[in-house]
């Protein structure tokens, strides 16, 4: 059974943690996540702000490393996906 509710709040709570110890990774993670349980419950608005977010700690934390290998973390390889599609041209 799935706990969408359950699952919110404890992404929410990451966040929070991840905030406040800086932890940019976990942050990127847990708005990544939190992004996908909020479009399966039909809020595309709250979702579409999260992930961009994730994408956004993701770029950051790339340009601070001044390397890619940053988006071959096993944690961050889903997030990193939306990097490299986003940034691909339209076909």
């Known amino acids: 059974m799935k706990d969408y509710a359950r699952a919110r709040q404890d992404l929410e709570t990451a966040i ?11 942050l990127a993670r847990a708005h990544y996540m939190l992004a996908q349980v909020l479009a ?7 979702a579409s702000r ?3 977010e994730a994408l956004r700690l993701l770029e950051e934390m790339r340009r601070e ?7 071959q973390r096993d944690d961050l390889k889903p997030i990193a996906k939306l990097v490299l ?6 076909a």
Not at 65 to 71: G, N, V
């Open 65 to 71: 490393a001044r390397s890619d290998s940053l988006l």
């Open 16 to 26: 929070q943690k991840g905030e406040s110890l800086g932890a940019r990774a976990l």
């Open 85 to 90: 599609s986003s940034a691909k041209p339209p």
């Open 50 to 52: 999260h992930s961009k």
């Open 40 to 46: 399966l419950t039909g809020n595309a608005a709250e």
